[in-house]
């Protein structure tokens, strides 16, 4: 087995940490379907994007569990943020924690505002019942994937999900991403389409293992 070229560190980020992740998002997510839909200007999404990815890191939650992949340097190469079973949904404070950034994030396009709204209530509403862990969120800079770094970062999370059997969540919006969650034993619960003409979000479930 070849060892991996990235380490694993655990914990919440420092402003630095989340300066760097935020444009890790930018990178990763500048061309989204989801996001590319929100917000159609090109020059404005991914500045945009490390606005919301800073705000939401900024405010994960007392219970969330953020693990970043790093390369000997200390860099950030991929991130993965995950609510264990009982985090989901987030305390009220701390959404409106992340609210104000969001919304700067958008303030651009109106429309974006009550688009994105219209998705996170189709989303929460599609959440499992059963007990489990949920991904809200998974990056790795687009330059170096395919080199373990994502993978490195669910084993890790998943076998921490599998000492506690119980299942795991999470939605995507790129079909591409559904073989890739597949091997990690994912399957295709719920197809969502939230706003006609939006794009299409797969909700995911990986049962107890």
Not at 13 to 38: H, I, K, M, N, T
Not at 189 to 200: A, F
Request: hydrophobic share 40%; net charge positive.
């Amino acid at each position: 087995m070849v060892a991996s070229p990235y380490r694993i560190d655990d914990g919440a980020l420092d402003r630095r940490g989340r300066r760097e992740a935020g444009a890790l998002a930018g990178r990763a997510f500048v061309d989204d379907a989801f996001f590319s839909y929100l917000l159609p200007d090109a020059r404005t999404r991914r500045r945009s994007l490390e606005t919301m990815h800073r705000s939401v890191l900024a405010h994960p939650g007392k219970r969330a569990r953020i693990q970043t992949a790093r390369t000997t340097t200390n860099e950030i190469v991929a991130l993965a943020l995950w609510l264990p079973t009982g985090a989901y949904p987030q305390p009220m404070l701390t959404q409106l924690a992340q609210l104000p950034n969001s919304l700067r994030a958008y303030y651009r396009r109106p429309k974006a505002i009550s688009d994105g709204y219209a998705i996170l209530q189709a989303t929460a509403k599609a959440h499992p019942k059963e007990p489990h862990w949920y991904l809200w969120l998974l990056m790795t800079d687009p330059a170096l994937q395919r080199t373990g770094a994502g993978t490195l970062l669910m084993d890790d999370a998943l076998a921490a999900v599998d000492q506690e059997h119980v299942g795991s969540s999470l939605e995507t919006q790129d079909a591409d991403n559904l073989p890739y969650y597949g091997r990690f034993g994912y399957e295709v619960r719920t197809t969502l389409q939230p706003i006609p003409h939006g794009p299409t979000m797969y909700s995911m479930w990986r049962a107890p293992q």
